[in-house]
């Protein structure tokens, strides 16, 4: 009988011996990384406590309080946020410097034709400096359209042409002559079925509206889709990816296993569930990015948006001496239909003059450079580029989240996996709402998805729509997507100038870098965000 009871006696007093073994753990070094988390050691246990009162850590002797469990808790999700809207910040920043590049170098193709406009129309004489005002306006036109105005570009263009048509006809008459307003108005709507200028203005209208709708719609995309990026990375976080995370993050820390890294498959599926309804973007977000692709190699098709926009003024010369060459022609069939204002003059000496010393100017002899088809190119190349680079971001960001927070390859016999140090064995999600059904990480309501990414969903859909009615030559009305994304007070404005409410020309100033704000606070870990993403460290 003696045997047995010191057997049993002998196993108590060594369960006895483990236990306090156990509690004298010293919990030193979380003292340590929790104040230098910014947390006071008010509570803080000097050594391990037994761990019933743990709600999101595994249960079993631990170093963290529920206080403390609650404050990092808090603290994971803050810090992911925190990475989440850099990693925005960066793909915003990207997306100014597209804005910017495409902007200045269209806007400078747009001062050159215009500036080129007094040389290219000198030889007209009268005609030009006299009307500088009408050439002028239409530059200023094209320009407004391009930052968003509401100007119906065909209207303008056809206006343009019975302006110049009633100069043209006034100019080439003798000064003698009674041209009213009511005269030169019956003048200019000869336009349509005389065609005084030949097939000029109709192929003119053709080519200019091709590329500015294609050249505005391009820079609208490249503007929501940075809106939209923000506004999603403005999201905050669910409370059951908060679990997830502390459970992910610091539950390893208050375990003692601070230096074991968590598994990749284990840090995937937090990442994927906790990014679910963000992944939904992908489809609409791909199919933006190529659809400013195409909008992108459409620029160096021919005609090329060089070339047409630096024609303008050879092709207003050329159609204006056409017209001059069989203006008695033409100005016969308009005394048949508006009636002689007087007999017919044989017009200025000067301008008969003038038509004898200057030979047919064509649009081909101010073809510009190989240079500037070559920066075309280049623009063209780059742009396609980066665009690239960004199709997968929002499938990637959970992998990009896990890149350095994770366990590499070799050590996944080795990491933690929500419990314990060891493999993690449940599969890895798939990406999306839907695919989460069975995340085993991430409590989620698939049948209940984020309101405000699907309402981004459909802007990127809006979008892509624009951009290929603009690849069919069509003119695009940005006033239904401006209306849905100004409701944030997105302030897409240019100088506080709204046109009709339509988005203004920057989402956000060219001039302040976007990705230029504060960084974000002091994370868990040092996070490299793979191509395309930009570099966001944030140091422990």
């Given at each position: 009988?003696?045997?047995?009871?010191?057997?049993s006696a002998?196993?108590?007093?060594?369960?006895?011996?483990?236990?306090?073994?156990?509690?004298?753990?010293?919990?030193?070094?979380?003292?340590?990384?929790?104040?230098?988390?910014?947390?006071?050691?008010?509570?803080?246990?000097?050594?391990?406590?037994?761990?019933?009162?743990?709600?999101?850590?595994?249960?079993?002797?631990?170093?963290?309080?529920?206080?403390m469990?609650?404050?990092?808790?808090?603290?994971?999700?803050?810090?992911?946020?925190?990475?989440?809207?850099?990693?925005?910040?960066?793909?915003?920043?990207?997306?100014?410097?597209?804005?910017?590049?495409?902007?200045?170098?269209?806007?400078?193709?747009?001062?050159?034709?215009?500036?080129?406009?007094?040389?290219?129309?000198?030889?007209?004489?009268?005609?030009?400096?006299?009307?500088?005002?009408?050439?002028?306006?239409?530059?200023?036109?094209?320009?407004?359209?391009?930052?968003?105005?509401?100007?119906?570009?065909?209207?303008?263009?056809?206006?343009?042409?019975?302006?110049?048509?009633?100069?043209?006809?006034?100019?080439?008459?003798?000064?003698?002559?009674?041209?009213?307003?009511?005269?030169?108005?019956?003048?200019?709507?000869?336009?349509?079925?005389?065609?005084?200028?030949?097939?000029?203005?109709?192929?003119?209208k053709?080519?200019?509206?091709?590329?500015?709708?294609?050249?505005?719609?391009?820079?609208?995309?490249?503007?929501?889709s940075?809106?939209?990026?923000?506004?999603?990375?403005?999201?905050?976080?669910?409370?059951?990816?908060?679990?997830?995370?502390?459970?992910?993050?610091?539950?390893?820390?208050?375990?003692?296993?601070a230096?074991?890294?968590?598994?990749?498959?284990?840090?995937?599926?937090?990442?994927?569930?906790?990014?679910?309804?963000?992944?939904?973007l992908?489809?609409?977000?791909?199919?933006?990015?190529?659809?400013?692709?195409?909008?992108?190699?459409?620029?160096?098709?021919?005609?090329?948006?060089?070339?047409?926009?630096?024609?303008?003024?050879?092709?207003?010369?050329?159609?204006?001496?056409?017209?001059?060459?069989?203006?008695?022609?033409?100005?016969?069939?308009?005394?048949?239909?508006?009636?002689?204002?007087?007999?017919?003059?044989?017009?200025?000496?000067?301008?008969?003059?003038?038509?004898?010393?200057?030979?047919?100017?064509?649009?081909?002899?101010?073809?510009?450079?190989?240079?500037a088809?070559?920066?075309?190119?280049?623009?063209?190349?780059?742009?396609?580029?980066?665009?690239?680079?960004?199709?997968?971001?929002?499938?990637?960001?959970?992998?990009?989240?896990?890149?350095?927070?994770?366990?590499?390859?070799?050590?996944?016999?080795?990491?933690?996996?929500?419990?314990?140090?060891?493999?993690?064995?449940?599969?890895?999600?798939?990406?999306?709402?839907?695919?989460?059904?069975?995340?085993?990480?991430v409590?989620?309501?698939?049948?209940?998805?984020d309101?405000?990414?699907?309402?981004?969903?459909?802007?990127?859909?809006?979008?892509?729509?624009?951009?290929?009615?603009?690849?069919?030559?069509?003119?695009?009305?940005?006033?239904?997507?401006s209306?849905?994304?100004?409701?944030?007070?997105?302030?897409?404005?240019?100088?506080?100038?709204?046109?009709?409410?339509?988005?203004?020309?920057?989402?956000?100033?060219?001039?302040?870098g976007?990705?230029?704000?504060?960084?974000?606070?002091?994370?868990?870990?040092?996070?490299?965000?793979?191509?395309?993403?930009?570099?966001?460290?944030?140091?422990?």
């Amino acid at each position: 009988m003696r045997l047995p009871v010191l057997l049993s006696a002998l196993v108590c007093l060594s369960a006895a011996a483990g236990l306090v073994a156990g509690a004298d753990r010293s919990c030193a070094d979380l003292r340590q990384f929790y104040t230098g988390k910014g947390f006071t050691l008010a509570g803080v246990p000097q050594a391990e406590i037994s761990g019933e009162h743990l709600r999101m850590c595994s249960q079993g002797p631990t170093c963290c309080t529920s206080t403390m469990e609650e404050n990092l808790a808090t603290l994971s999700s803050r810090e992911t946020e925190g990475l989440i809207r850099e990693a925005g910040r960066s793909l915003q920043a990207a997306f100014n410097t597209l804005h910017k590049r495409f902007d200045t170098y269209f806007t400078e193709l747009h001062g050159q034709s215009e500036r080129f406009l007094q040389e290219a129309l000198s030889p007209l004489g009268p005609l030009y400096s006299q009307n500088t005002r009408l050439f002028g306006g239409l530059y200023n036109d094209l320009r407004q359209y391009y930052r968003g105005s509401a100007l119906n570009l065909d209207e303008t263009l056809s206006e343009f042409w019975s302006r110049l048509l009633e100069r043209t006809f006034k100019t080439s008459t003798t000064t003698d002559a009674n041209l009213s307003e009511d005269y030169l108005e019956c003048v200019a709507k000869q336009q349509e079925t005389l065609r005084p200028f030949g097939d000029i203005p109709r192929d003119m209208k053709t080519k200019v509206i091709r590329a500015f709708v294609t050249a505005r719609s391009f820079i609208q995309g490249l503007i929501i889709s940075g809106e939209v990026v923000r506004k999603v990375s403005q999201i905050s976080l669910s409370p059951e990816c908060t679990k997830a995370l502390m459970k992910l993050v610091y539950c390893p820390h208050c375990r003692g296993l601070a230096a074991v890294k968590p598994c990749s498959s284990y840090c995937s599926n937090v990442m994927k569930g906790c990014l679910a309804n963000q992944a939904d973007l992908d489809p609409e977000w791909q199919n933006l990015i190529d659809t400013m692709i195409q909008v992108a190699s459409s620029f160096s098709m021919e005609p090329s948006l060089d070339v047409v926009l630096s024609s303008i003024p050879a092709r207003i010369y050329e159609a204006v001496n056409s017209l001059r060459e069989n203006m008695d022609t033409f100005s016969a069939k308009v005394y048949q239909t508006c009636g002689s204002p007087g007999e017919p003059g044989t017009g200025s000496p000067d301008l008969h003059e003038q038509r004898k010393r200057s030979g047919s100017l064509t649009a081909l002899e101010y073809k510009p450079s190989p240079t500037a088809g070559l920066r075309l190119e280049m623009q063209v190349s780059d742009l396609s580029s980066k665009l690239r680079e960004m199709r997968q971001y929002w499938v990637q960001l959970p992998v990009a989240l896990c890149s350095k927070l994770a366990a590499g390859g070799s050590s996944q016999e080795k990491c933690w996996n929500g419990i314990t140090k060891a493999r993690y064995l449940p599969e890895v999600m798939g990406d999306g709402l839907a695919n989460q059904i069975n995340n085993p990480e991430v409590e989620l309501d698939i049948t209940k998805p984020d309101m405000t990414i699907r309402q981004q969903i459909m802007q990127l859909k809006i979008m892509s729509n624009r951009l290929k009615n603009a690849l069919e030559g069509n003119d695009v009305d940005f006033q239904d997507a401006s209306d849905d994304i100004s409701g944030s007070g997105s302030g897409m404005c240019v100088g506080g100038q709204c046109s009709r409410n339509r988005p203004g020309l920057y989402a956000y100033s060219p001039d302040k870098g976007v990705g230029d704000g504060a960084a974000a606070q002091t994370g868990f870990c040092s996070l490299l965000l793979l191509p395309p993403f930009a570099l966001v460290l944030l140091q422990r």
